[in-house]
């Protein structure tokens, strides 16, 4: 399978350092005896101990000899989600050829350390990090809309919902109004619910959404039954809240929208962290060939 951007990130994260052997393991014991680093000899009996592995992100490599001071150059890379390749000419010419080739691979284990097979099976462990330059990525929020993306405005309009998500016969998902009420008058007529539960569920296809031409997003609902016209009229004066089709909205909780990079997006204002990473609350708006749009856990259609 190939490496996706996102596995060579986590890869280049993962390698770039200096690494140094940790320990040896004898496969042909019985109980796979550990054996300390300074066992890593070569087979005259050179010492291999002192040797360090410094991978970096531009994707050369550097073997030191801290027995001698030697140093040489190579070249890295990535061949799986957990495997990795360098290559050097000479090892310090402490190595055969053969041996040489089987060093150079090596695979990630399950404890974060780095494994590879001569003879034994050597471990190394990363004893210092290296320098990773964190890639920035543009936020849809910082990216200003050119001109002629300005003048992108099919979207505007206002929407009524078309499938909330919700549970009917069992299955929680998107449903139309008919679908949910009549699923409901099943269950009303069976005993299994109440018609005040019906009308809570109903709450959210009363809903309303604009898009306007200045690019905000609006929210409509339905007047609160326990709110008197005289309040309604006195919030609407004072600039709180605005009537339309009998329902209300709020200036003040509108959220933006906008067309760039040849998409919509809205501004959910929604904060979010996934594994560690903070997630844009702009959200892809994309009308399908009816012009329904996915909004939240809604899909709207226009009025």
Same mark, same amino acid.
């Given at each position: 399978?190939?490496?996706?951007?996102?596995?060579?990130? !986590?890869?280049?994260?993962?390698?770039?350092?200096?690494?140094?052997?940790?320990?040896?393991?004898?496969?042909?014991?019985?109980?796979? $005896?550990?054996?300390?680093? #300074?066992?890593?000899? #070569?087979?005259?009996?050179?010492?291999? #101990?002192? =040797?360090?592995?410094?991978?970096?992100?531009?994707?050369?490599?550097? @073997?030191?000899?801290?027995?001698?001071?030697?140093?040489?150059?190579?070249?890295?890379?990535?061949?799986? $989600? +957990?495997?990795?390749?360098?290559?050097?000419?000479?090892?310090?010419?402490? @190595?055969?050829?053969?041996?040489?080739?089987?060093?150079?691979?090596?695979?990630?284990?399950?404890?974060?350390?780095?494994?590879?097979? /001569?003879?034994? =099976?050597?471990?190394?462990?990363?004893?210092?990090?290296?320098?990773?330059?964190?890639?920035?990525?543009?936020? =849809?929020?910082?990216?200003?809309?050119?001109?002629?993306?300005?003048?992108?405005?099919?979207?505007?309009?206002?929407? !009524?919902?078309?499938?909330?998500?919700?549970?009917?016969?069992?299955?929680?998902?998107?449903?139309?109004? *008919?679908?949910?009420?009549? $699923?409901?008058? !099943?269950?009303?007529?069976?005993?299994? /619910? !109440?018609?005040?539960?019906? &009308?809570?569920?109903?709450?959210?296809?009363?809903?309303?959404?604009?898009?306007?031409? &200045?690019?905000?997003?609006?929210?409509?609902?339905?007047?609160?039954? $326990?709110?008197?016209?005289?309040?309604? &009229?006195?919030?609407?004066?004072?600039?709180?809240?605005?009537?339309?089709?009998? /329902?209300?909205?709020? +200036?003040?909780?509108?959220?933006?929208?906008?067309?760039?990079?040849?998409?919509?997006?809205?501004?959910?204002?929604?904060?979010?962290?996934?594994?560690?990473?903070?997630? #844009?609350?702009?959200?892809?708006?994309?009308? &399908?060939?009816?012009?329904?749009?996915?909004?939240?856990? =809604?899909?709207? *259609?226009?009025?």
């Amino acid at each position: 399978m190939p490496l996706d951007a996102n596995d060579l990130k !986590k890869g280049l994260k993962f390698l770039v350092g200096t690494w140094g052997i940790d320990f040896l393991v004898n496969i042909f014991s019985n109980n796979l $005896d550990h054996l300390p680093a #300074s066992e890593f000899k #070569s087979k005259d009996g050179k010492d291999l #101990s002192q =040797i360090t592995w410094e991978f970096f992100e531009d994707h050369t490599m550097k @073997l030191k000899n801290g027995a001698t001071g030697e140093e040489e150059k190579g070249t890295w890379e990535q061949v799986s $989600d +957990d495997k990795f390749k360098y290559k050097c000419d000479k090892f310090f010419s402490l @190595l055969p050829p053969e041996t040489l080739e089987q060093i150079q691979e090596l695979q990630k284990d399950m404890e974060g350390g780095l494994v590879f097979n /001569m003879l034994f =099976i050597i471990r190394m462990k990363k004893t210092a990090e290296g320098v990773v330059t964190e890639e920035k990525v543009l936020d =849809i929020g910082d990216i200003k809309p050119t001109p002629e993306e300005l003048q992108k405005k099919e979207i505007v309009g206002r929407y !009524k919902v078309y499938k909330a998500l919700t549970c009917v016969d069992g299955k929680f998902d998107l449903f139309t109004r *008919e679908e949910v009420e009549a $699923d409901a008058k !099943k269950k009303i007529a069976a005993g299994e /619910m !109440k018609q005040a539960e019906l &009308d809570d569920t109903m709450t959210i296809f009363n809903a309303m959404i604009e898009f306007t031409d &200045d690019h905000k997003v609006l929210e409509y609902s339905m007047i609160p039954p $326990d709110v008197s016209k005289e309040e309604i &009229d006195e919030a609407v004066a004072s600039g709180e809240v605005k009537v339309v089709d009998g /329902m209300i909205c709020s +200036d003040e909780e509108a959220k933006e929208w906008k067309y760039v990079k040849g998409d919509y997006y809205y501004n959910s204002g929604e904060k979010c962290v996934i594994m560690g990473e903070v997630q #844009s609350p702009w959200k892809k708006l994309t009308p &399908d060939s009816n012009g329904r749009i996915e909004f939240r856990m =809604i899909i709207l *259609e226009r009025k």
